[in-house]
């Protein structure tokens, strides 16, 4: 069994952003590889969508909606991250918080990449994490939460060991909730702008 670290994954460069860093594994890659990636982007050549309209995709139906099924056989990906952000409602507005595993190691969500080429011609890599329903800990904050993926489970999704698509849905659920932990965060992780660790520090609520 491989860990981040193995995969090259750098936690210092694992900051919020329009940037990710994922772990693929396709057709055309014989061992996994590790590359930086735009989120959810989308571009129309010719009146056709290439590349992910979404950030998001849904776990439901994923293997048979024609945005995400080719991807869902044959581009699977694992995108590496500390924690995550959800925003929760509160009788004044809403209040952000950090999600992350309660023993502080890195999270491998669930993800998709595609490439496509650009109106310049250029090449481009993007993915979209996939969500399912929450557990009761981010049930608290939102109705979704990503697909957080078990060390054992790595190698199957990324396509190292046979496994069909019914075995690969099944890997779709939600992580178990005593498993994670969460903190409110300054709201300032609202504005794309920012961008610098003090931004996951816990406030008070």
């Known amino acids: 069994m491989r860990t981040l670290t193995e995969y090259r994954v750098d936690r210092g460069k694992l900051k919020a952003g329009r940037q990710g860093l994922l772990v693929g ?3 055309s890659h014989k061992v996994a590889s590790f590359s930086p990636a735009a989120e959810g982007c ?5 009146g056709r969508c290439v590349g992910f309209a ?15 099924r080719d991807a869902f056989q044959r581009r699977r990906c ?4 500390d924690s995550f952000y959800e925003w929760k409602k509160t009788g004044t507005g809403k209040q952000p918080y950090a999600i992350a595993l309660a023993d502080g190691s890195l999270m491998a969500l669930a993800g998709l990449w595609e490439n496509w080429r650009s109106p310049a011609g250029e090449w481009m890599r993007s993915f979209a994490i996939i969500t399912t329903t929450p557990n009761e800990l981010c049930a608290e ?5 990503p697909v957080v993926l078990k060390p054992e489970t790595w190698r199957v999704w990324l396509g190292e060991e046979p496994a069909d698509a019914s075995a690969l849905k ?3 659920a939600p992580f178990p909730s005593e498993e994670m932990t969460c903190w409110p965060v300054s709201t300032r992780v609202g504005n794309v702008k920012n961008n610098d660790p003090s931004l996951i520090e816990r406030i008070a609520a």
């Open 25 to 27: 594994h396709g057709r």
């Open 141 to 145: 904050l939102h109705n979704r939460m």
């Open 78 to 81: 694992l995108v590496p991250v």
């Open 42 to 46: 989308q571009k129309r050549i010719g």
């Open 170 to 172: 099944a890997l779709l």
């Open 54 to 68: 979404n950030i998001n995709a849904k776990a439901e139906g994923i293997e048979t909606r024609p945005a995400f």
